[in-house]
């Protein structure tokens, strides 16, 4: 190309979008075994004295009888609640705050009352989950995190474009899998790529990302296929 603008043109054109966006869900209803693999424990016991519900991190391995003070509060753990009452349910919620995404969690009690468990950057929260999880290829190409999670994922030197013809196998079977994703999966979410051939070591250069629902990321099963998508690409 004979200038910069005709090259931005041309890439421009043989940028390949898959797009859908409907209402992102503000609230999730998630089984206790969530909480664990985020690296909770759902307890139930005293907080300052009164009766509470409310969480812990694992790895401190709370148990009946522990008493400790955490930001001036003090808990008293009579219960690591393993099965969740019928009549009890527990959800979280993706909100922006202080500019940046952030994840709540809430125990709904009888009353359906809600407590909240805990607030925590979204960001912090999904690369904890997806290191718990082995999900490598997430952390690998996680960009930033709001009521949507951005993955980016670059090889190899930028040029010029390839057109749809172009495209190796693999690279139209992700296009197409990750269409699915969205479309099927999670019903919001924006998936481009740019492809510019293979390097001298016959290995694909290109760019790509990926936003999804930040919501439902916190369904495993569709954090794993996303990562298996990215791991396929990047092989």
């Given at each position: 190309?004979?200038?910069?603008?005709?090259?931005?043109?041309?890439?421009?054109?043989?940028?390949?979008?898959?797009?859908?966006?409907?209402?992102?869900?503000?609230?999730?209803?998630?089984?206790?075994?969530?909480?664990?693999?985020?690296?909770?424990?759902?307890?139930?016991?005293?907080?300052?004295?009164?009766?509470?519900?409310?969480?812990?991190?694992?790895?401190?391995?709370?148990?009946?009888?522990?008493?400790?003070e955490e930001?001036?509060?003090?808990?008293?753990?009579?219960?690591?609640?393993?099965?969740?009452?019928?009549?009890?349910?527990?959800?979280?919620?993706?909100?922006?705050?202080?500019?940046?995404?952030?994840?709540?969690?809430?125990?709904?009690?009888?009353?359906?009352?809600?407590?909240?468990?805990?607030?925590?950057?979204?960001?912090?929260?999904?690369?904890?989950?997806?290191?718990?999880?082995?999900?490598?290829?997430?952390?690998?190409?996680?960009?930033?995190?709001?009521?949507?999670?951005?993955?980016?994922?670059?090889?190899?030197?930028?040029?010029?474009?390839?057109?749809f013809d172009?495209?190796?196998?693999?690279?139209?079977?992700?296009?197409?899998?990750?269409?699915?994703?969205?479309?099927?999966?999670?019903?919001?979410?924006?998936?481009?790529?740019?492809?510019?051939?293979?390097?001298?070591?016959?290995?694909?250069?290109?760019?790509?990302?990926?936003?999804?629902?930040?919501?439902?990321?916190?369904?495993?099963?569709?954090?794993?296929?996303?990562?298996?998508?990215?791991?396929?690409?990047?092989?």
């Amino acid at each position: 190309m004979s200038t910069e603008f005709e090259r931005k043109h041309h890439n421009a054109l043989n940028t390949f979008v898959r797009e859908k966006w409907d209402v992102i869900p503000e609230e999730m209803e998630v089984k206790l075994k969530s909480l664990k693999a985020w690296g909770f424990d759902l307890i139930s016991g005293l907080r300052d004295g009164k009766a509470a519900v409310f969480v812990a991190p694992r790895e401190k391995g709370r148990s009946a009888g522990d008493v400790y003070e955490e930001e001036g509060e003090t808990f008293e753990v009579q219960e690591v609640i393993k099965r969740l009452p019928r009549n009890e349910r527990l959800t979280i919620q993706v909100t922006l705050q202080e500019r940046r995404g952030v994840v709540q969690a809430f125990h709904h009690g009888p009353d359906g009352e809600p407590t909240l468990l805990f607030t925590l950057p979204a960001g912090e929260l999904l690369l904890a989950y997806f290191k718990k999880h082995r999900l490598h290829h997430l952390i690998q190409a996680f960009h930033s995190s709001g009521l949507t999670t951005e993955f980016i994922l670059k090889r190899g030197e930028e040029g010029l474009a390839r057109d749809f013809d172009q495209l190796p196998p693999k690279m139209r079977r992700l296009l197409r899998e990750a269409w699915a994703t969205i479309r099927k999966e999670v019903d919001s979410g924006r998936f481009t790529l740019v492809y510019f051939g293979e390097d001298k070591d016959h290995k694909p250069r290109f760019v790509l990302s990926w936003l999804l629902p930040t919501i439902q990321l916190f369904h495993v099963d569709v954090a794993e296929k996303a990562d298996k998508l990215l791991g396929a690409v990047a092989a």
